[in-house]
């Protein structure tokens, strides 16, 4: 018998309609145009590369009442992936729960779209022999997993998919968004589960444990706490079936199977959050801008399209410049700039033996830590604490699913 193949393109967390509220109006601006872009992106894309099909994990939309601009965008994508033959899986996530009046369940979508529901349900995709596990959330929260068994049980005579969105959790651990248990992601015969709800995309992860699970990340990032590359996965799965069907039993069935993901980056706007360091010299525009470079190179990211957060560290020696001249010059070559100084001069470095708690402070911290990247952190920390209350949240930013 024929292996059984299927390549799919799997992406989550596209927040279609996200306005990127904190950025001043010209950058909001661009990064709104970006998304239609982003979309004819992504249809092209799954025609490129011949996908039999797009997984969509959830938060496809980033409110639970889009704009009508924001659910057409969607439908004529969607529409032209129908003309390819390519289908379409959509498992709605907290962003985008799937409600009597969402536009889940009040637009005509194309008919190669399959939209899963408030209850779980399974899509018998005959001329793939593959079966596609999903689920919708019905609210912004779901305590009790919307699958925790797959059911009818996935068999090894045809391919079988997972298309899901929440949060992987470990032995006893609880999460308001669907926790996805370990036995569901080792179900025997689960090909691929195509996740979505974390933006980081996990695969990249060494610690991640599950060789037939990923989340995509979303497509681009949203902010700060999203930084890198951004994009989509490129999944292929073949499938040999070629001892399933005898009449008898085969005592040493071999799972003949491949599974093959890719990242494919999307957004060409990426966040970056960096700190830079001196050890006795002064901060320039055109250091800076060399160091910048750098980092977007390293980071495989386009330099020309990267938000930055740039925090100054470390010792400038006897001067330093005027920190808005520098946020000047250097917003002139940067696409947006957000600019901090931290850093010291040697002069201040008195407080080292000053008689006071800052001092004191001081000494401490110098002393417990020899780690020179963390012991300047634990200073900046703690010097802006003698200031006033500190913004934790900029130096430990969670990200938010
Ligand atoms: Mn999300």
Same mark, same amino acid.
């Given at each position: 018998m024929q292996p059984l193949e299927l390549r799919l393109i799997h992406a989550a967390d596209l927040h279609l309609g996200y306005t990127f509220g904190g950025l001043p109006a010209r950058q909001r601006k661009i990064l709104q145009n970006d998304e239609p872009r982003l979309l004819e992106r992504l249809v092209s894309l799954c025609l490129e590369r011949d996908a039999d099909a797009l997984l969509l994990a959830g938060d496809v939309f980033e409110h639970e009442r889009p704009g009508d601009d924001t659910?057409?965008?969607?439908?004529?994508?969607?529409?032209?992936? =129908?003309?390819?033959? *390519?289908?379409?899986? *959509?498992? /709605?996530?907290n962003h985008d729960p799937y409600w009597p009046d969402s536009p889940w369940a009040e637009t005509r979508w194309p008919d190669n779209t399959v939209c899963f529901g408030p209850s779980r349900s399974v899509f018998d995709w005959k001329a793939k022999r593959t079966m596609v596990y999903g689920a919708a959330f019905t609210g912004k929260f779901e305590k009790v997993s919307l699958w925790d068994e797959l059911v009818p049980a996935p068999s090894e005579r045809q391919i079988n998919l997972l298309c899901l969105h929440g949060d992987v959790v470990t032995e006893g651990q609880v999460s308001l968004y669907n926790p996805i248990r370990k036995s569901l992601l080792s179900t025997p015969h689960l090909d691929y589960a195509a996740l979505g709800h974390i933006h980081k995309g996990l695969k990249a992860d060494p610690a991640w444990p599950y060789e037939r699970a990923a989340y995509a990340g979303s497509w681009r990032g949203r902010g700060f706490d999203e930084t890198g590359p951004k994009g989509v996965l490129e999944v292929s799965i073949r499938k040999d079936s070629s001892t399933v069907g005898l009449p008898f039993a085969h005592p040493y069935r071999p799972e003949n199977r491949t599974l093959n993901l890719s990242f *494919? /980056?999307? &957004?060409? #706007? &990426?966040?970056?959050? !960096? &700190?830079?360091?001196?050890?006795?010299?002064?901060? %320039?525009? =055109?250091?800076?801008?060399? =160091?910048?470079?750098?980092?977007?190179?390293?980071?495989?990211?386009?330099?020309?399209? !990267?938000?930055?957060?740039?925090?100054?560290?470390?010792?400038?020696?006897?001067?330093?410049?005027? !920190?808005?001249?520098?946020?000047?010059?250097?917003?002139?070559?940067?696409? #947006?700039?957000?600019?901090?100084?931290?850093? %010291?001069?040697?002069?201040?470095? *008195?407080?080292? &033996?000053?008689?006071?708690?800052?001092g004191a402070f001081l000494r401490e911290s110098d002393r417990a830590m020899d780690d020179s990247t963390l012991f300047e952190l634990a200073v900046s920390l703690g010097l802006e604490a003698f200031e006033g209350p500190l913004d934790l949240e900029r130096f430990f930013a969670e990200p938010q699913p």
């Open positions: 659910v057409n965008a969607l439908r004529s994508a969607l529409q032209r992936l =129908e003309k390819a033959g *390519i289908l379409v899986f *959509i498992s /709605p996530g *494919i /980056p999307m &957004s060409d #706007y &990426s966040f970056l959050d !960096v &700190s830079l360091s001196r050890k006795g010299d002064m901060f %320039t525009a =055109e250091s800076i801008l060399k =160091e910048l470079r750098s980092i977007a190179a390293d980071r495989g990211v386009s330099f020309d399209h !990267v938000l930055w957060r740039v925090r100054l560290a470390g010792d400038q020696g006897e001067r330093r410049p005027a !920190v808005g001249q520098l946020a000047a010059s250097l917003e002139a070559a940067l696409f #947006y700039l957000e600019l901090t100084d931290r850093s %010291t001069l040697r002069g201040e470095k *008195i407080v080292l &033996s000053e008689h006071s708690l800052r």
